[in-house]
């Protein structure tokens, strides 16, 4: 019989990659807010910021503002906060705004990276290449979209992958994020991709971003526990989708995800009910359709 893990660690991507395509400009007190109801209901990690071009994602605009308002409550409180940086200019302003932990964002599909960044991944890679060498005393995270597969129907070569992932370590990244962006793989294709890559990296160092596109987030989740995955990417409501992905939904909810495990007796650390208190409450403020199964079974009620 497969022994699962005692825990698991479900990173709160909500703020970031949940907000980051909302419809209206969601006010910066409002964020601040809610960032601090997510540490409330368990987060230890999250993905709470990009520092991008204002024009290009205006409800980034805030950044400095946001971080600077949760800061001090996420170190009371012992959760980590990231921040996404494309760039040196973000990396310098990730440092500035105090955060330890930044994201880089690498496309293994050649033609979502074109449409994501507008850079051939080579381009890509050479430029996250630098960005490691500047960004001493940050812990780097290195995300893979499109890992078990694209949406555009180019092939992802898994040499391809591992060769990414080698050089990464090797510039001083921390951790490796695989992401099944389009939502489009299933239980069988993951387990497949997983087990290829067990054979090069430390799952220890690896965690998981799911799409529920078609479906069949949790199944995939389940499948990478099985697989010895133990860090979970998720986001409250299940907000989120990428905007360069037509059709793509967003991650797995939180709250769906700690049902799951918590029924498996897999200990998150978070209070079920208090997320979908909290998912409930922000959906009505900030007027947000919320899809997690979890939040619009209990809004019913």
Known sequence: ????????????????????????????????????????????????????????????????????????????????????????????NARKAGLTDISFVLSVSEEHNLRNSKRTIKESLDTFLKLADSAEGLAITLALPCVFGSPFGDEIPMKRVTDIIDKAFAAGVTEIGLADTAGISTPGHTREVLQHLAGFVDFDHVSIHLHDTRGMGLANAYVALEEGITKFDASMGAMGGCPFVPGAKGNIGTEDLINMFEQMGVATGYDLQMVIETAVEMGREIDAELVSSMTRLCAQK
């Open 1 to 92: 019989m497969l022994t699962l893990p005692e825990k698991v660690e479900i990173i709160e991507v909500c703020p970031r990659d949940g907000w980051q395509n909302h419809k209206t400009l969601i006010p910066t007190e409002t964020k601040i807010k809610y960032i601090k109801k997510m540490i409330d209901c368990g987060a230890r990690k999250m993905d709470v910021t990009s520092f991008v071009n204002p024009k290009a994602v205006p409800q980034m605009a805030d950044a400095f503002d946001v971080v600077a308002g949760v800061s001090d409550y996420a170190d009371e409180k012992g959760c980590r906060l990231s921040g996404l940086a494309l760039n040196q200019k973000g990396v310098d």
